[in-house]
């Protein structure tokens, strides 16, 4: 694995809006789609890749049974009305589609595997990226940088249209998918509406806001108040269930398709880090953690159970002073991770690039990769996006 | 080869283009059938029709048209819109189901990637 400079293709700003990427540059200016550099694999430090995601995801879906069968759901907030449709649909197993591992690697020299950092199970995104932009991208790259048959971990397209096709017949028809009016989520959500239309299905698009509520009927109904069945929303749920409809989608779970389902609150709280931890002490691709406190670690980084975009950080190293973020979630329940090996990589300017590498898992199994870099060691809002291949 | 052998994503990129020129909100509205096909806007314009319901008396069947707001696709007859919204058609009673629900919790500045939103 390593850190590449490359000279961006002329006119890089249109090429990845065509292909659907607006948002490439931050509000600072600088590049969230940075190809001034891409990461190079060997075939073996993918493959170990790949695996690890695998592995990883046996051992949540272990994590979560245990947490239902020992009722740990306390430990993770979990509210206690959302616990009946968690174990209905856990045990009924409704459409699960994606989810990506963020984990902390240097690659196959750095003699250490892949470290889980969390699991974003639930709303992951930079979707597009991974599975259409950097495609693309490759596909330009002469062959004095990426070799005459250049590859790419990443089949999440052809993956989630084949997932869509197995999901058909489960599924009442339109699918709705629904998030937020921010070009990212919008985006996010097309692509994968897109993805399901390839596939067949049927579909309509909308809001959040959207989405109604009908008392009489009982039912969710679209906005030309027909019944909506099966909804994809790129919305959490610990959102869902705190806002006034969260209730009824509690109450009705069982005649709605949600996709994300519900049963990946467990996942994609970062409580499920020290539970794994129990269940797997000393696994490669684990780092120890703990809820609260650090216990007898002196390297670690605290974080909030739901955190998003790097708030509430807390990064702390024996001998310097510990690095804080700010954020909304002071107050709220804790865990302690220990940090990962170092994986930093230089810029052409010598500053220190701190790449988190996402593994992208479509119907349980590992196939893709997209990596977000950070001039620090958290990663924040300020990250951008680095395309990858592999010889 | 772990990479696919072709990525096509024309929703996507149309939607895309279509945000980048602008075309977003109230201000592109169209009328559509039900399989988001652009018609004439008149279709829109009627509430219903009554037929018979075969015991001397009649029902009202709801048309299949509503309005379609924003996305991509344009104005043309014919043509698939997406990547908008809609909302309820006019002349139908909509009382009983209330709105907004879902959907207050990221009000801006939450998200990770584009950095707003509430994906991750």
Not at chain 1, 98 to 123: I, Q
Not at chain 2, 1 to 7: A, G, H, L, N, P
Not at chain 2, 14 to 31: V, Y
Not at chain 2, 82 to 96: L, V
């Amino acid at each position: 694995m390593k850190r590449v400079s490359i000279t961006p293709r002329e006119d890089w700003q249109q090429k990845v809006e065509s292909v659907g990427l607006v948002f490439h540059t931050l509000d600072n200016g600088d590049p969230y789609w940075d190809e001034s550099a891409a990461y190079q694999f060997t075939a073996a430090e993918i493959d170990t890749l790949e695996a690890a995601g695998n592995e990883l995801q046996t051992m949540c879906l272990a994590a979560a049974q245990h947490i239902i069968d020992n009722k740990r759901y306390a430990e993770l907030e979990i509210p206690w009305a959302a616990i009946p449709a968690i174990e209905w649909a856990w045990q009924n197993e409704p459409p699960a589609i994606y989810g990506r591992f963020d984990v902390s690697w240097a690659g196959a020299s750095s003699g250490h595997a892949p470290k889980l950092l969390e699991y974003n199970a639930d709303t992951p995104t930079s979707l597009l990226e991974a599975a259409v932009v950097q495609w693309h991208w490759l596909k330009d790259m002469p062959e004095s940088l990426v070799s005459s048959k250049p590859d790419q971990f990443s089949s999440i397209h052809e993956k989630l249209i084949a997932k869509w096709k197995d999901l058909d017949e489960y599924l009442s028809k339109p699918v709705y998918f629904a998030a937020l009016d921010y070009p990212e989520d919008q985006l996010t959500t097309i692509y994968l509406r897109d993805t399901a239309h390839q596939a067949g299905l049927e579909t309509l698009q909308m809001y959040m806001a959207e989405i109604g509520w009908n008392s009489e009927l009982q039912a969710f109904l679209d906005p030309n108040e027909d019944q909506m069945f099966s909804i994809f929303k790129l919305y959490p749920w610990e959102a869902m269930l705190a806002e006034e409809f969260g209730p009824h989608a509690l109450d009705t779970y069982q005649s709605v398709r949600w996709i994300e389902p519900i049963w990946k609150m467990l996942l994609s709280n970062k409580g499920i880090l020290p539970i794994l931890w129990e269940l797997y002490p000393n696994h490669p691709n684990l780092l120890e953690a703990h809820f609260d406190s650090p216990g007898h670690m002196t390297s670690y980084v605290k974080k909030p159970l739901l955190s998003r975009e790097g708030a509430n950080i807390t990064l702390v190293r024996p001998d310097t002073q510990a690095i804080e973020t700010d954020g909304p979630y002071n107050g709220k329940r804790m865990v302690c991770q220990a940090l990962a090996p170092d994986a930093v990589f230089n810029n052409v300017s010598g500053n220190p690039r701190y790449p988190v590498l996402g593994l992208w898992m479509v119907d349980q199994e590992c196939c893709g990769l997209g990596i977000r870099e950070s001039a620090g060691p958290i990663t924040d809002n300020l990250s951008s996006f680095v395309p990858h291949f592999f010889v | 080869m772990k990479r696919s052998t072709q990525v096509a994503a024309p929703l996507l990129a149309a939607a895309a283009m279509a945000m980048l020129a602008g075309c977003k909100g109230p201000e592109m509205q169209r009328c559509v059938d039900e399989n988001n096909k652009v018609v004439d806007d008149s279709f829109c314009h009627q509430p219903g029709q009554q037929r018979p319901d075969g015991h001397g008396g009649f029902i009202f069947v709801p048309m299949p048209y509503h309005y379609y707001y924003g996305g991509y696709g344009g104005y043309g007859l014919g043509s698939v819109v997406g990547g908008g919204s809609y909302t309820p058609t006019p002349g139908r009673a909509y009382s009983t189901t209330s709105r907004g629900g879902f959907g207050s919790s990221f009000s801006g500045g939450h998200g990770e990637g584009g950095g707003e939103g509430a994906g991750e």
